[in-house]
């Protein structure tokens, strides 16, 4: 196998760091995986149920509010609420930032970036964007080494992706208790088979989202945003998905979960997986026996995402040397800030101003992607003219903002890139006309940029 | 599938990397009129915002939707959202229009992404004979003579499938700067220059920083003002200027959940974006077409939570002070059930594409034959109205 630990963190991780050495071997980066996930618990980030207390809270004072009127004391209470949420979730970007600057055990943050992404879920209030990244701490993070049909479920009837994509709202047009003034939406069900399992090139149709949707229903979310399935608002009867009957005379879950593992197990949803580890991780346009080897790991051990990682890191088409992807925003951010060994910022402005602002600039907000199908991938996306601009402003002005002394920029060039520094680079980091100039250049070169 | 969006950018964005490697020419393009292109991204419901009031199955399909509320009066027949208000002085002085009942030749799987791709790249949707990698406003300025880098701009962050490909083309976010001094500037240039893509961004960068420089602030850098409107202000700017199209998204029309509230955003992010461009454009915007077009349309019946899944015929916008506004363009298939597409959604009976093409057709005097085969290849524009003064 032609592992290079220099290329594996650099690849598969966020870069080298001058305080954590590169992994050793491919073995070594599979082993960390399945030990303890060491950067959650020095750095904890809230999980979505243990921020229900504060759901609960808002929703009282909500009330207090409405019965007391706009003079209510409640009214200044809710605003000190909505500043707290807003304030955590800049300070989890932030945590998130540095979890992957210094964890010895990269591979495992980038798989949670990847995984998040393919299950992007979005808060479409207050509350519920709040609670986005208590999502990814429980429904992806603690799933991402077990098996993709187990990751599927967790994410897929998470309270949070039943609210984004408008699921937790519909109910069977035949239920019990369906009144006649809800019924069924399609989202979820055709974002479930276009995204997160078969792929949209896959042979399924309308019927089969139709069909996939009213086996959704039963689904629900109660208001203390709590995962309920609830039978008597669920659709009656069978579905037929991709010619395969679910459920009967009696809605139950274990008919979604089922449907699920049966999507999961799909050939289609082996190729469109590796497919998509292979892109994300080697090349915007991957070699096709990369894909079929991550593709035949899949299938022959059921889905099993360990085997998966482990066929990605043992094809050559991984070890290029030609570093072919752009890093995207999170990703430059973070490696900088891992180069850089740089501490944390202080000051309740300092996540919006060094972190979430620049990088909405550089056209990665806070807020998330457009849609479900996540942040694009090609390099050619992200490497605009103001894009650049965002990413060459933030290496000028953030290390300086983080860090009292910078290091040589010449030492540093060699450190980031392990050695590998070209020419022009060299010649330019030794002539800047200040420390915060060149490293700026080394930041913002494209070999620090690209991975 | 024919193509996938990874394959369009890889393939076709080799020389649109780049496009400021050459120094940035003044030239003024060959003609004098705009053209801006905006796209609406998660299918707009074309008819909850010209709703076919005179149709009788309208008013049973969209019983919250419409909530009492009739909308503007437009022509008898349809009524512009209730939202819209504020574009009606435009739609008095005929410069503002709208085609209902179109579509790309996009069927039946019903994804945004696969829909907006094929709506930027204009082609058709015949599995496995594309062969085209660009962007279709990239493959009209392929065929111009005299065009700069300055021609056509892309407003705001990423990058756009509709703009990619071997003409030149600029991009920019009114909100991007770059304070470096000359030299390192330089020594920025000198990094990048041993990789393309990254030279070409790194140098378009500069490029534009020092026009807007030279500008002395004239645009860019507006703070605290909503991003559509700065970026609309961005594009109004450049089009005084030297480019003759522009283009932006406007998000947030992927309205399956209770509709009414959730239009509410996009159609303000619609109406300012039009409104700041007729502002800020003054003498201009008489000879400035806009057209904004969706990937596709939604379903005829409201779902199950007061809003619409995805469907197939929708609208376009037609807008500025060079088209023959005041009227609704397209041939309306009716909303009985044995007339709608799949019994579901509204029947596309045109091609989004070849209203467009008939915007550059009596804009820049493009021949038939380059729009039919190289702009949009397949596409036919016998029968259809010319939409340009």
């Known amino acids: 196998m032609p592992f290079d630990p220099r290329i594996s963190a650099i690849r ?24 303890p996930d060491r950067m959650a618990q020095a750095m904890p980030i809230a999980r979505f149920g243990d921020m229900l207390p504060r759901v609960a809270e808002f929703r009282a004072l909500n009330r207090q509010r409405k019965a007391m009127g706009r003079d209510s004391p409640a009214q200044e209470a809710i605003k000190a609420l909505r500043r707290e949420m807003r304030g955590d979730r800049q300070n989890a970007l932030v945590t998130n930032l540095y979890r992957a600057a210094r964890a010895e055990d990269a591979l495992r943050e980038r798989l949670v970036r990847f995984w998040a992404d393919h299950f992007t879920a979005l808060g479409k209030n207050p509350i519920l964007r709040a609670l986005e990244f208590g999502y990814v701490e429980e429904a992806i993070r603690p799933n991402i080494t077990g098996t993709f049909a187990g990751l599927l479920k967790a994410a897929v009837t998470h309270p949070m992706m039943l609210h984004y994509l408008d699921q937790a709202r519909a109910v069977g047009p035949n239920a019990p208790e369906a009144k006649g003034t809800r019924g069924l939406n399609e989202n979820l069900a055709r974002e479930v088979l276009e995204l997160h399992t078969l792929g949209v090139g896959a042979p399924y149709g309308q019927n089969d989202v139709r069909e996939l949707a009213e086996l959704f229903t039963g689904m629900t979310v109660n208001s203390e945003q709590v995962f309920n399935f609830y039978p008597r608002l669920a659709e009656p009867g069978a579905e037929e998905v991709l010619g395969q009957r679910y459920g009967g005379a009696n809605p139950r879950l274990a008919d979604i979960h089922d449907a699920l593992d049966d999507l999961a197990r799909h050939p289609a949803t082996a190729r469109h997986i590796a497919s998509k580890l292979a892109v994300h991780f080697v090349a915007d346009d991957p070699d096709a026996g990369l894909v079929d080897h991550i593709a035949a790991a899949y299938t022959q051990t059921g889905g099993d995402l360990m085997a998966c990682y482990g066929a990605l890191l043992d094809h050559p088409a991984a070890w290029a040397a030609e570093a072919q992807k752009a890093r995207q925003p999170f990703d430059f951010v973070a490696a900088s800030l891992r180069a850089l060994d740089a501490p944390m910022p202080e000051g309740d402005k300092a996540p919006l101003r060094l972190f979430s602002r620049p990088m909405a600039e550089m056209g990665q907000p806070i807020e998330g992607p457009i849609g479900p199908d996540g942040w694009p991938e090609e390099a050619q996306y992200w490497i605009t003219p103001q894009g650049m601009a965002a990413r060459i402003q933030w290496a000028a002005r953030a290390p300086s903002a983080l860090m009292p002394d910078l290091p040589d920029p010449r030492a540093f060039a060699e450190a980031a890139l392990g050695g590998m520094v070209p020419d022009d680079l060299r010649f330019a980091a030794a002539g800047a006309e200040s420390r915060p100039v060149g490293v700026a250049l080394v930041l913002a070169s494209p070999a620090f940029q690209r991975r | 599938m024919p193509f996938s969006r990874r394959d369009i950018l890889t393939m076709g964005c080799s020389a649109a990397a780049a496009p400021f490697l050459t120094p940035v020419t003044l030239a003024a393009a060959p003609w004098d009129q705009r053209l801006v292109v905006i796209i609406l991204r998660g299918a707009m419901d074309g008819l909850d915002v010209v709703r076919p009031l005179g149709d009788p199955h309208f008013a049973a399909a969209r019983r919250s939707l419409n909530n009492g509320v009739q909308g503007h009066d437009l022509d008898g027949f349809f009524a512009l959202h209730p939202d819209l208000g504020g574009l009606m002085p435009l739609w008095r002085a005929g410069q503002l229009g709208f085609v209902q009942a179109v579509s790309t030749p996009y069927r039946d799987k019903r994804s945004h992404f696969d829909g907006q791709d094929l709506l930027e790249a204009g082609t058709g949707f015949e599995g496995g004979t594309s062969t085209i990698r660009d962007g ?254």
């Open chain 2, 136 to 389: 279709w406003l990239n493959r009209m300025l392929q065929t111009l003579p005299g065009i700069t880098a300055e021609t056509a701009y892309a407003v705001g962050s990423g990058g756009m499938l509709l703009t990619s490909g071997a003409a030149p083309v600029a991009s920019w976010a009114p909100d991007a700067d770059l304070d470096l001094s000359p030299q390192a500037r330089d020594l920025m240039k000198q990094v990048a220059r041993g990789d393309p893509l990254f030279s070409g961004a790194v140098e378009g960068a500069i490029g534009i920083v020092e026009s807007l420089e030279a500008e002395a602030g004239a645009a860019g850098g507006q703070r605290g003002q909503k991003p559509h409107v700065a970026i609309a202000r961005f594009a109004a700017g450049r089009l005084r200027a030297e480019s003759r199209i522009a283009t932006f998204s406007i998000n947030g029309w992927d309205t399956h959940n209770r509709q009414a509230a959730g239009m509410r955003q996009p159609l303000q992010a619609l109406s300012d974006s039009l409104l700041t461009l007729r502002d800020e454009l003054g003498p201009v915007w008489d000879r400035t077409a806009v057209v904004a077009m969706t990937e596709f349309g939604r379903t005829l019946r409201e779902n199950g939570t007061g809003g619409t899944d995805h469907g197939t015929g929708g609208a376009m916008v037609l807008a500025g002070g060079a088209i023959r506004g005041g009227r609704v363009y397209g041939d309306w298939p009716g909303l009985d059930e044995l007339d709608l597409y799949k019994g579901r959604d509204l029947m596309p009976t045109a091609d989004v594409r070849a209203y467009a093409a008939m915007a550059m057709r009596g804009l820049f005097g493009l021949p038939r034959d380059v729009l039919e085969r190289v702009v949009f290849p397949g596409v036919e524009l016998a029968g259809v109205p010319e939409i340009i003064l």
């Open chain 1, 12 to 35: 598969f991780g966020y870069g080298l760091a001058p305080s954590a050495a590169p992994p050793a071997s491919a073995g070594a980066m599979l082993a960390r995986l399945t030990g």
